[in-house]
């Protein structure tokens, strides 16, 4: 039986979309696959609020996140964190001989503009990384009080990891001066997982093209010199069936709305959290909840083990707490093509799973 999946990735991904994973290859080399990739970009521009250029790496998010901070820190980097996945940032600058600080928040709790600033007055880096949304504890950072700050730091560079986030929250790239913001397809897009994307500023490259070894698979000169001079194409072999089903999906996405499909994250967000504060308790800052996300401390008394059983014999998927919130939260995601019907199907069927249970406890 299948398991309809509310994990933080992978998704739940419509039929018509896998089955555009299943058309036929073409050359790499050639006019159509330039003019798919340019279709794609030009969509993803769209969707991301951004002018600036886009590539495409056949890797998860991790790649173009381990890419940026070869090619863009030539001083050090200040790495803000405030979760797993923000530590992992900081992993990758130690595992690749980049000069780092790692600058972390307590678990729950979002990245202040205090930070940042009293980082970067320092005058010792060059390049930040910020988490715009933290599956691991449920928690977005406010980018609008972030990018007031950094804004007035132009040498930096600024990388933010919207892995978990592109397409179901707002972001408006431009207007939040980010220059290189990563994502991936596996979560709010609503693909399959295998390529990330990622917007890149002029001036980002041009700093780049002066740094060495900064790698060759995710070397961001690389891929926008395949980007500019081929043109819209890719310097390896690319996933053409995952080209395939973005540019369908980014169709879709258009067509919804950028906004509206906001909005509806916003709305299934808000009915999660209020199944939460009813049934359990919400682990992160009230003030800062993600929108695509939502972990819940497990205050049922059934360890999550049992319940997840219960639930997967009911079709249904959901992820446990990630790393030290483990067996002490889970988590339930509500991203991409999710419905409201769905989601509510989902939490009424939780409530009742969590009732039996606690009766066979009693019996």
Excluded at 26 to 35: F, L, M, Q, V, Y
Excluded at 88 to 98: D, E, I, L, Q, S
Excluded at 117 to 133: H, P
Aim: hydrophobic share 35%; charged share 25%; glycine share 6%.
């Amino acid at each position: 039986m299948h398991k309809r999946l509310y994990i933080p990735g992978p998704v739940e991904v419509r039929q018509d979309v896998l089955d555009k994973m299943a058309t036929p290859m073409i050359g790499h080399r050639t006019k159509e696959a330039s003019a798919l990739q340019q279709s794609i970009s030009e969509k993803l521009q769209k969707v991301m609020g951004t002018k600036n250029k886009i590539v495409l790496s056949t890797s998860s998010g991790s790649g173009l996140m381990e890419g940026a901070v070869r090619c863009f820190t030539a001083k050090k980097a200040a790495v803000f964190s405030i979760g797993a996945f923000g530590d992992r940032w900081y992993k990758m600058c130690t595992a690749n001989g980049v000069p780092a600080d790692l600058f972390q928040s307590e678990l729950g709790q979002i990245t202040t503009p205090e930070m940042i600033d009293n980082a970067l007055k320092t005058g010792e880096y060059d390049l930040i990384t910020i988490t715009q949304n933290e599956t691991s504890t449920g928690i977005r950072n406010p980018m609008e009080k972030l990018a007031e700050v950094y804004k007035k730091y132009p040498d930096v560079i600024v990388c933010v990891d919207t892995v978990s986030s592109m397409g179901g929250d707002y972001i408006p790239v431009d207007e939040l001066g980010i220059d290189v913001c990563i994502t991936s397809t596996q979560k709010c897009l609503g693909l399959p997982p295998g390529m990330s994307i990622a917007s890149v500023t002029d001036r980002a490259i041009e700093k780049a093209k002066t740094i060495p070894n900064r790698g060759l698979y995710f070397d961001y000169v690389e891929l926008v010199k395949f980007v500019d001079e081929k043109p819209y194409q890719y310097p390896s072999t690319p996933s053409e069936s995952h080209m395939f089903a973005l540019d369908y999906q980014l169709d879709r996405i258009l067509e919804e709305g950028v906004m509206n499909r906001y909005e509806r994250h916003v709305k299934l967000a808000n009915i999660v959290r209020d199944w939460a504060r009813k049934n359990c308790e919400l682990y992160s800052d009230p003030d800062n909840l993600s929108n695509t996300v939502t972990c819940i401390t497990n205050t049922t008394g059934i360890p999550f083990a049992e319940l997840n059983k219960a639930m997967q014999a009911k079709g249904y998927l959901i992820s446990n707490g990630y790393g030290a919130l483990k067996d002490k939260t889970f988590r339930i995601a509500h991203m991409a093509d999710t419905t409201e019907e769905e989601i509510n199907s989902l939490l009424k069927d939780l409530e009742e799973t969590i009732a039996e249970l606690k009766a066979q406890t009693k019996a």
